[in-house]
């Protein structure tokens, strides 16, 4: 197969994270990462990774946000070792985009009740903004050179699992086949090399999509036996401008994840906003994330949701079934059921533990890969914000009285602890909330 | 460490004490790297009172400032998911300084084996290795306390020793795997490495007697801890590797005698002149 000049080596992945595209593009497009959609999700140059992690055996799930010409990409992604065909599946995007919102920080909405009247208190949630819709899309040339140990089928692509014995054979390998690879890039997959990794490399098969009939590209899992429990940032970090949001979802059996090398901290939570927020809970969110970034110096991984999928309090979204959890490699409930997931702790083992966590980094920032270790913590968490509706009907008792002076006190601590975890002025939050009628009325 | 041993110094436990005390302090206050009110109460107590039993039980007279040490450490390093555990860390702790000794000297650094032994024999414990974060001025507060301690118990050999080949492997890894300097100095930045150089390999009741003795013990500590860290994947590698280890200080103690070291009987010979 001949390759075009043009052809730039990208990284990006999981793909920020994770992956090396080869994509044809501009021979100035060194800038590396996708472009995200316009509307779609929160954050971008944002990828996501779904590890689920047993033991030693471990399966990561990965999805990018890669726009474009699905011939044009391409995936390089280390792994700790030889992959089998039966080890490669593809997993359905909704399933992820299931999780992604199952997982999201939340707003919940409360309304006060009739301070004359007795308490009902009615309750329900709204997901956060969802990350995103789009295809994955994957594209990759290859040709000849480094020891190809396998080539598998998988679906709508064809994967490759390469490995290189000399310390620069992966990168002469790109070289010679005209990728242009960005400077860096040669010295991270030469770490990776000596560190004994293979490399899982995966491009569109056309021919084979068209006949599949589906229109998306899936994202691709990968599983293996490996003690390494880790994500390979730097791949990503080669090519990038700026600092780029990978979000990590974990799926374990006795606990959440951490990082071992990196501080991971929970993102604030539990506060009570303004009710103008609902309809831009994506920017408050983005903001406060912001923040919590900037406070840690961007050295620090964020906790998002730290939950037992047996139960969620409120939900997100609808629970996972079993098989989508088995399907993101959670294979140890060992059910294809197409029900909720509910475990019966005691005892049966089928125990499926999830932790989302959101980290932004850089080069300078995380200068090597995240290390993870799995925790005995099953406390929850979850990122989660709350609006009380004032009660605005007709109220004429004693009670009225005090609940309506209570409200100035409660719309002042809402300003300010919202101006206190986005940055935002509290003079215009505390504009905006009088525009939503949150005056104190005396 | 001359200049500040022209005076005898009181017992290093108190600058221990000191500093653990502040980083137990900072965590509350300041930055959250994982200890518990709660769990920290129950440990420090667990092990004055595991002390006084044992005190009792063996006619030791009774000094309360190495439980208070072992307390401490435990509270800013065990993490569990249930209260008992660090009651069980406790007892494990200061009761294998009166169970688990040969020639008047206990093996096993308490709180080091108890975490160790709590890894791998329950299922609700972990230590997060992560959660100190890589902040410079941390980093530099651990030093300055560990200058005053190792000054005052004359261990900071070992601590020096420790932390040179330690990094030496980082550093040797790094130019073999040709990363960036940026990923060594990032893993030497880790606050609980500079706890476990300043406060756990060099306690002097565990370390061996002499220099040579002292110089061999961190260098195998550090290849060891290293092994299990990169090649076998096993996060807590220091804290094993030191307990796996420690029975090789009696073996160094007998190779190479040298005099055994004491809180009570500071001796200023071979320090100052």
């Known amino acids: ?442 | 460490m001359t200049a500040l041993s022209g005076r005898r110094l009181p017992d290093a436990r108190y600058f221990q004490l000191a500093a653990l005390a502040t980083l137990l302090a900072i965590n509350f206050a300041i930055i959250d790297f994982g200890a518990r009110p709660e769990a920290s109460v129950i440990a420090i107590a667990g092990a004055l009172l595991t002390q006084i039993v044992c005190c009792r039980i063996s006619g030791v007279p009774l000094d309360l400032k190495s439980p208070l040490i072992t307390g401490l450490s435990l509270s800013l390093l065990l993490r569990a998911d249930a209260l008992w555990l660090h009651a069980a860390a406790a007892v494990i702790a200061i009761g294998s300084k009166f169970v688990l000794r040969l020639d008047g000297k206990h093996v096993f650094n308490p709180a080091g084996l108890a975490i160790v032994v709590l890894l791998f024999t329950s299922k609700g414990v972990w230590i997060s290795p992560g959660q100190w974060g890589t902040e410079i001025w941390l980093g530099s507060l651990a030093g300055l306390f560990a200058i005053l301690v190792l000054s005052a118990s004359r261990r900071a050999d070992i601590a020096v020793y420790f932390f040179a080949s330690h990094a030496a492997l980082l550093l040797l890894r790094a130019a073999w795997l040709g990363d960036p300097l940026a990923i060594p100095l990032h893993q030497l930045q880790s606050g609980s490495l500079l706890i476990f150089t300043f406060f756990m390999i060099s306690d002097p009741r565990t370390t061996p007697d002499s220099h040579l003795g002292r110089l061999l013990f961190a260098v195998t500590v550090a290849v060891t801890a290293h092994y299990l860290a990169f090649f076998l994947q096993m996060r807590p590698a220091l804290y094993v590797a030191l307990i796996a280890l420690s029975p090789l200080t009696l073996v160094l103690d007998r190779l190479i005698p040298a005099a055994r070291f004491s809180w009570r009987s500071p001796n200023p010979q071979g320090v100052s002149t």
């Open chain 1, 1 to 442: 197969m001949t390759l075009r000049l043009s052809n730039v080596f990208r990284s990006g992945v999981a793909a920020v994270a994770i992956l090396a595209n080869m994509a044809s593009a501009p021979a100035n497009a060194f800038c590396g990462f996708y472009v995200a959609q316009a509307d779609a999700k929160l954050f971008n140059q944002s990828s996501k990774v779904v590890l689920a992690r047993d033991g030693q055996q471990t399966a990561i799930t990965m999805a990018s946000d890669f726009e474009g010409d699905v011939k044009e990409f391409a995936v390089v992604v280390p792994v700790p070792t030889f992959i089998e065909r039966k080890q490669i599946g593809v997993v359905e995007p909704k399933t992820i985009e299931h999780l992604d919102k199952y997982t999201a920080p939340r707003l919940v909405e409360y309304h006060d009740a009739d301070p004359c009247a007795p308490v009902v208190v009615a309750a329900r949630s709204m997901p956060a903004a969802p990350m995103m819709a789009g295809a994955m899309q994957y594209r990759f040339r290859q040709d000849y050179g480094v020891t190809i140990e396998a080539s598998y089928d998988v679906a709508e692509y064809d994967v490759l699992i390469l490995s290189a014995q000399e310390s620069d054979g992966l990168t002469r390998w790109l070289t010679d086949n005209d990728y242009r690879i960005p400077q860096g890039a040669d010295a991270v997959l030469g770490s990776y090399i000596k560190q004994g990794m293979r490399f899982f490399v995966a491009k569109v098969n056309v021919e084979r999509m068209k006949s599949i009939g589906n229109g998306q590209l899936r994202p691709l899992q990968v599983r293996y036996q490996s003690a390494k429990f880790m994500v390979p940032l730097r791949l990503g970090t080669v090519n990038a401008k700026g600092a780029q949001d990978l979000i990590i979802y974990a799926l374990t059996k006795s606990g959440r994840i951490e990082a071992a090398n990196y501080r991971t901290v929970k993102i604030p939570s539990g506060i009570d906003i303004p009710l103008y927020v609902k309809n831009e809970f994506g920017p408050f969110y983005k903001a406060l994330f912001e923040r919590a970034v900037a406070r840690e110096n961007m050295q620090a991984v964020f906790v998002e949701y730290a939950w037992d999928m047996a139960w969620c309090d409120p939900c997100a979204a609808d629970p996972m079934s079993n098989k989508e959890l088995v399907e993101l490699g959670a294979r140890w409930i060992g059910s294809d059921d197409d029900v909720a997931f509910r475990t019966g702790r005691r005892g049966s083992g089928s125990d499926a533990f999830a932790t989302r966590l959101h980290v932004r980094y850089d080069a300078k920032t995380f200068p090597e890969d995240i290390v993870f270790i799995e925790t005995k913590d099953r406390s929850n968490f979850q990122g989660r914000y709350v609006q009380h509706h004032p009660w605005r009907g007709e109220a004429k008792c004693d009670a009225a009285k005090s609940y309506q002076e209570s409200l100035a006190t409660r719309f002042a601590k809402e300003a300010t602890d919202l101006a206190a975890v986005t940055g935002w002025s509290r003079s215009e939050i505390v504009a905006k909330m009088a525009q939503s009628g949150e005056t104190a009325v005396k």
